[in-house]
């Protein structure tokens, strides 16, 4: 299966929904331990009359998935696909403590409406009139790609022609509070212990053909359960590469989803030593969130497209020219792994 990206957009925590921007001002990655998205102005994208009423979540997916939609030259797509972790926390949170303190009387309905995680598909669908297939995919860090696969089965199966696919998910002072008691997020002073938690927004309108503004291509995707260790990740990672008509030495780059915990990211970096390949952390660059691999997708794309991989991804960075296919290699607390392989179209 193959799917071209005739076009895609990024809200993370750097200026990543600026089509000119590439991390040309960052030198090292931030440390702090939560990322939050540097948001756009949503006007510029989405009817004034819309804003008001939408949460920080569906705002950076409506833009995200509006701004791919117009670089792909669609006006309509013939399905919309999401995936999110943890979907419309911040309403779901609302509404809970708005029932708490008012004793579960006079509640307003809004935070209620829009606390469910298909809300972000359900906006796009209303405001471009998309009656076809719709559907989200909430599987914890396998989210976004369910949602690619799924878009990839329907260009196969020549049920849809132009998919919107995107990956959404937010951080607020509770998500932090909750994943702090329970030791995942970096506390100051820890290097090697804990992780730096983000949100984002990545949207990819995907095609069975190649357009003119095609800037890559998805040749295949793949997830897994359960690593025993970085032998069986290695192994898994040859079989899927061959599947996508691949091996291991046509990869030029490897984007790696270690998180910065130690104890969780064992295996990966083992198996980062073991492939051999130069390697991008690039949850250096968005931090730790359930769709993150949406950014290394779109991470992946931007690079092949430019042919250029910034310095803040990679410091020691030897290579400029003759990028054709990336390895993202992603995994979750040492949990859910999956590979996506990227290439130049």
Not at 2 to 22: K, M, P, Q, R, V
Request: with cysteine; aromatic share 10%.
């Amino acid at each position: 299966m193959t799917a071209y990206i005739n076009g895609l957009a990024c809200i993370s925590h750097y200026n990543t929904i600026d089509e000119n921007y590439f991390f040309e001002d960052v030198a090292v990655p931030a440390t702090s331990n939560k990322l939050s998205a540097t948001e756009p102005v949503y006007k510029d994208f989405i009817p004034v009359a819309f804003i008001r009423r939408m949460s920080h979540i569906v705002k950076m997916g409506v833009s995200a998935g509006t701004i791919s939609m117009k670089k792909a030259g669609l006006d309509q797509v013939d399905a919309i696909i999401t995936g999110t972790g943890i979907g419309c926390y911040d309403d779901t949170d609302k509404f809970l403590r708005a029932m708490l303190e008012n004793n579960e009387q006079l509640l307003t309905p809004t935070s209620f409406i829009q606390s469910t995680h298909n809300t972000v598909a359900g906006q796009l669908a209303l405001m471009y009139k998309c009656y076809g297939y719709n559907f989200t995919y909430v599987q914890q860090n396998h989210s976004l790609e369910y949602a690619m696969l799924d878009a990839m089965m329907l260009l196969k199966n020549k049920e849809a022609k132009n998919v919107l696919v995107g990956g959404i998910d937010e951080v607020n002072n509770s998500i932090v509070e909750l994943f702090e008691r329970a030791g995942y997020v970096r506390k100051e002073g820890q290097n090697n212990k804990g992780y730096s938690i983000g949100e984002g927004a990545a949207f990819f309108a995907v095609g069975s053909e190649r357009t003119a503004t095609s800037c890559a291509k998805i040749d295949g995707v793949k997830c897994l359960q359960k690593v025993n260790d970085a032998e069986e990740l290695m192994k898994q990672a040859e079989a899927f590469l061959k599947d996508s008509g691949l091996e291991i030495h046509q990869i030029s780059l490897l984007l790696s989803g270690t998180c910065g915990d130690a104890q969780f990211d064992s295996k990966l970096c083992a198996f980062n030593e073991k492939i051999n390949l130069p390697v991008v952390h690039f949850k250096r660059l968005c931090g730790e969130y359930f769709t993150s691999s949406g950014f290394a997708m779109w991470l992946a794309a931007t690079i092949l497209k430019r042919q250029f991989v910034p310095r803040a991804a990679l410091p020691d960075n030897k290579i400029s020219t003759g990028l054709k296919h990336i390895l993202v290699v992603n995994h979750y607390q040492d949990k859910l792994y999956s590979f996506m392989c990227v290439s130049a179209c």
